[in-house]
């Protein structure tokens, strides 16, 4: 292996011939543990980290020679001064002559207050860590770290974004990491980093897309609504909202909201057809989700609005189609009301085997010793990738990228849950109304006729259920014929499962294409 390295103005470069791998990391692990340790102490703002290496790899087929440039990027006040640095990592392809053809897709997870290493290392990037395909727990190191063929650098350069407070990014200067947290906060911070960096790097007409997943799905909201206001006034192509949720109507189990109860329930049925809870399961899963989602619209959304008004009759026939889609006893479902809260079923639906189903991802199982309880202990799925993505993003930052940094990585901002501000408008909380960030995408739809959505949903994903997505979605005020929506028998992170994944970047790499740009 050969290495070439300069450094100029805090700015590291090295090239080489085979694989980037220099430098040992030299501060072991550290996580966020309290508020205090993802805020750094104030200091004078020092030059900003740059790592450059240069790359060849085989996607889709083609071969693509890139740049991965890695490191710092400054935003800044009105008045110039810095206030929050973004870390990320953009792989460019090189010798594009024209880069009006050439589209750039910026990337983000969700949270709030997570690092974009999910993304990254599981679907994306060019290596990507391997975690069981079928649900099975990540175990411990070492993980298989491999090639990514099926990666979308063949149509379009990457940049992965970390938010203020997660992987190397921070506030600087008198700002604190806190001063990012919030609805808007958060979307305008890196709508400032989307601007700076189209203008670091000589972008400005080029074909921009932005893909986020879970919380990054709502961040698309405000983020849109920033980057097309005067201070930017940047045009976006497309967004692919990967596990999304928009309208927190369709996911928040307050008191008083049916349309919860309404959006989970084809999640319900299609994890109880996955783990054969069904008195009567139907051969097709999709065939059945269609009957579960016109029953869950019209008598079960009726059903529930009546209420108290309901008839003994027409109640027992509500609960007799609840039992026959969710296997839930019935007896459970008559003094549930009919209501089935989220957190309820993962205990219900295999109590009699002291088995719960996971929230992220509802093919996965634990076993609990407690199988009277309400609640689980931890979400199976959760608890059985999380180390091998942790392991996977620090081991390719440095031995593949050469990422060399003093300070501590945060795979997630621990305190950022905490002191986020959920406020989206002036009035708090909200003006008395859930979060709603649907106007904004229609808005952005009806204000550019380029601009187009692709939503990618998991069937048993109960963190953002599917269901909540397209009840969102059928707002007014958005253009139904350039929003595309795909499946995939998998959950939240579709592409811990082989063919979704393979499919998954399939359908992102022909949306990117038919935008016709590059």
């Known amino acids: 292996m050969l290495v070439k390295i300069v450094i100029q103005k805090g700015v590291i470069m090295f090239k080489t011939v085979f694989v980037a791998a220099v430098f040992l990391l030299a501060a072991p692990e550290v996580f966020a543990q309290d508020s205090a340790a993802s805020s750094p102490a104030k200091q004078d703002i020092p030059e900003p980290a740059i790592f450059v290496t240069e790359h060849s790899g085989r996607f889709n087929g083609a071969k693509v020679d890139y740049t991965v440039r890695a490191g710092d990027t400054y935003i800044h006040d009105a008045k110039g001064k810095p206030t929050a640095t973004f870390f990320n990592v953009a792989y460019v392809r090189k010798g594009v002559a024209d880069k009006t053809r050439r589209p750039v897709t910026f990337l983000f997870n969700g949270g709030p207050g997570s690092a974009s290493l999910w993304l990254h290392m599981g679907a994306f990037g060019p290596k990507r860590v391997i975690v069981p395909s079928e ?10 770290i491999v090639d990514n063929p099926d990666t979308i650098l063949d149509v379009s350069d990457l940049v992965f974004i970390d938010p203020v407070g997660t992987g190397y990014s921070h506030a600087l200067g008198e700002s604190d990491n806190a001063d990012f947290y919030g609805v808007r906060q958060d979307a305008d911070s890196i709508a400032r980093f989307i601007h700076q960096w189209i203008a670091d790097n000589g972008r400005w007409n080029s074909p921009i897309y932005i893909a986020g997943e879970s919380y990054g799905t709502l961040r698309m909201g405000p983020l849109l609504d920033a980057l097309g206001g005067r201070e930017h006034q940047i045009g976006v192509n497309g967004v692919m909202l990967i596990s999304a949720v928009l309208h927190y109507q369709n996911s928040r189990f307050n008191q008083g909201n049916i349309m919860s109860y309404v959006s989970f329930l084809p999640t319900y049925a299609a ?21 579960v989602r016109d029953f869950a619209r019209t008598d079960y959304a009726t059903a529930l609005i009546a209420g108290t008004r309901l008839d003994p009759e027409t109640r027992a026939s509500i609960i ?10 019935e007896d459970w479902l008559d003094k549930a009301n009919m209501r089935i809260h989220v957190f309820r079923f993962f205990k219900e639906l295999m109590r009699d085997a002291k088995t719960v189903v996971g929230r992220l991802d509802s093919r996965y199982t634990g076993v609990e010793t407690d199988a009277v309880g309400e609640f689980y202990e931890t979400d199976p799925a959760s608890a059985s990738i999380s180390n091998a993505y942790v392991a996977g993003v620090r081991a390719y930052f440095q031995d593949d990228l050469g990422i060399n940094m003093k300070r501590p990585y945060y795979m997630s901002a621990l305190d950022a849950f905490g002191k986020w501000d959920w406020k989206l408008e002036d009035k708090a909380p909200n003006g008395g109304r859930f979060i709603n960030v649907v106007p904004f995408i229609g808005k952005t739809m009806r204000y550019n006729k380029d601009f ?67």
């Open 271 to 291: 994890t109880a057809w996955y783990h054969d809870m069904l008195p009567n399961k139907p051969a097709n899963l999709e065939a059945f989700l269609d009957e």
């Open 135 to 144: 649900p099975d727990d990540d175990g411990a190191p070492p993980y298989p």
């Open 452 to 518: 187009r959505v692709l939503v990618t949903s998991g069937y048993f994903d109960f963190a953002t259920p599917f269901f909540g997505a397209e009840n969102a979605l059928s707002e007014m005020g958005l253009v139904p014929e350039r929003i595309e929506y795909t499946y995939y028998p998998a959950g939240h992170m579709m592409y811990l499962h082989d063919e979704s994944r393979a499919q998954f970047l399939k359908d992102i790499r022909g949306f990117i294409e038919a935008g016709g740009k590059n």
């Open 320 to 329: 007799s189609k609840l039992h026959a889609y969710t296997g839930l006893k």
